[in-house]
């Protein structure tokens, strides 16, 4: 890999593995541990090992199949755990709820941190609704030590369980709502990911379920372009890392979501065909990330490596995603001190962001129909009920004046998205609508 696609975490971490000889002292012991101390060395610990997601690991860590945990407040370990387990695939159906009337402090169409997502979910009854508790009552949250316990986690490699012991380690708890039977533990992220790390669900779980008799339950809520998607999760083995399960999952909108095929189909009516810009066309098949991508840089510009470390990006994925937006003038690239990429809203990405979440996925739609590619496989799409097939689509990208896109390969993968993005405007469409029309998504 190149040193210009490494992110500073990786070039630290390297330094670090070959200064200490870790990788032969895991070889011969089964793990590290390393003082906060010695990782301070070449950068700030919170950055160094703060991975919420496994992308997010450094290339050193990737390669070698490892993973790093805190025990202490000022100690990490190590070694080949199986640290992170995937989100299921989503169900798409949500549920529609409202905010109290008299509520004037929440805007349900302004949501710029977890703490006001969690606010919202709890004013609106979606967690209520979620945990089947009437009551709710907000308790414990913040920052807090972990005591001392210790647990099993699984080996990446081989599957067999390791042992890690835990002494006072710092742990965070976004929200603890308690009700009747139970105490339930947020934890919050406004970025659409692939996994989550455990140790945010299992840390907390460890610490309050030896203090209260009632039943601890772990949820994840993401909230994300209107939606709030919460799971909750049980630990079967309360001495066991990976003995997660999940228990329910169900999404939850505030917002007026309800799209029909007409709004679409005016919005392509009207879209005035703009010239194809002078930036890559776009390697980025999830659209959702692309909207996840504005909402991050929706209160302040950040620059390549803040992405990539704060979503669940690798540096590559960064720059494909930030020249997604870039290519529909969502985003606009400037570079600090002459070398490093910063990115920030541009007008139209400000005025789209300020809108009603239905308003606001149709002008991501008309951003995405101004192009010609994306118009034509829309129409077609429509017209015969599916979408287009790859040939067809990249017959339909040769025509339309692509700027550098010349290989077959390139544009095969680059098909991808055409097809990716369409995928993401019809699934917009209202479930009872679209039963009646047949669309085959």
Not at 97 to 117: F, G, K, M, R, T
Not at 362 to 371: D, K, V
Request: one cysteine or more; glycine letters at 4%.
């Amino acid at each position: 890999m190149s040193e210009q696609m490494k992110s500073q975490n990786d070039k630290a971490w390297e330094a670090l593995f070959e200064k200490y000889g870790i990788l032969s002292h895991i070889q011969e012991n089964g793990k590290y541990e390393i003082p906060a101390s010695r990782i301070k060395e070449y950068r700030e610990p919170r950055l160094m090992a703060k991975f919420d997601h496994r992308i997010n690991l450094p290339k050193i860590f990737l390669k070698n199949n490892l993973a790093i945990l805190p025990v202490s407040r000022g100690d990490y370990v190590i070694s080949h755990f199986a640290a992170y387990q995937p989100f299921p695939a989503p169900d798409k159906s949500v549920m529609k709820v409202s905010l109290p009337n008299n509520l004037q402090s929440l805007d349900a169409n302004h949501i710029p941190s977890e703490a006001i997502a969690i606010n919202c979910a709890l004013a609106s009854g979606i967690l209520a609704d979620f945990l089947e508790e009437d009551v709710l009552c907000a308790t414990v949250s913040g920052r807090m030590g972990s005591g001392q316990f210790n647990f099993q986690v699984q080996n990446s490699d081989t599957g067999v369980p390791m042992t890690v012991s835990v002494n006072n380690s710092q742990i965070e708890i976004d929200a603890a709502l308690e009700g009747r039977y139970s105490l339930s533990l947020i934890e919050a992220k406004r970025d659409i990911s692939e996994d989550f790390l455990i140790r945010q669900l299992y840390y907390p779980f460890r610490v309050w379920n030896r203090r209260v008799t009632k039943k601890v339950r772990p949820v994840f809520l993401v909230y994300s372009n209107g939606i709030f998607s919460l799971y909750e999760y049980e630990f079967q083995n309360p001495d066991s890392y990976n003995s997660l399960i999940l228990i329910r999952h169900r999404n939850y909108s505030i917002a007026d979501t309800a799209i029909g095929l007409s709004d679409l189909q005016d919005v392509a009516f009207h879209a005035f065909e703009i010239p194809e810009p002078e930036i890559s066309f776009p390697q980025a098949n999830r659209f959702e990330r692309v909207i996840n991508l504005c909402e991050l840089l929706d209160t302040q510009e950040m620059s390549r490596e803040q992405v990539t470390e704060e979503y669940a990006f690798d540096i590559r994925q960064t720059n494909y995603y930030t020249d997604a937006a870039r290519y529909l003038g969502l985003l606009k690239k400037h570079y600090e001190d002459g070398r490093k990429p910063v990115y920030s809203l541009t007008d139209l990405g400000k005025r789209i962001m300020k809108l009603k979440h239905k308003q606001r996925q149709l002008a991501f739609c008309e951003a995405i129909l101004q192009h010609r590619v994306f118009k034509e496989v829309f129409n077609l799409s429509v017209q015969t009920g599916k979408i287009p097939d790859m040939s067809t689509i990249v017959a339909i990208m040769k025509r339309s004046h692509l700027y550098k896109v010349e290989s077959m390969k390139t544009y095969i993968r680059r098909s991808s998205t055409v097809s990716g993005w369409i995928h993401w405007m019809l699934g917009l469409i209202d479930e009872q609508e679209n039963s009646n029309f047949g669309f085959d998504r």
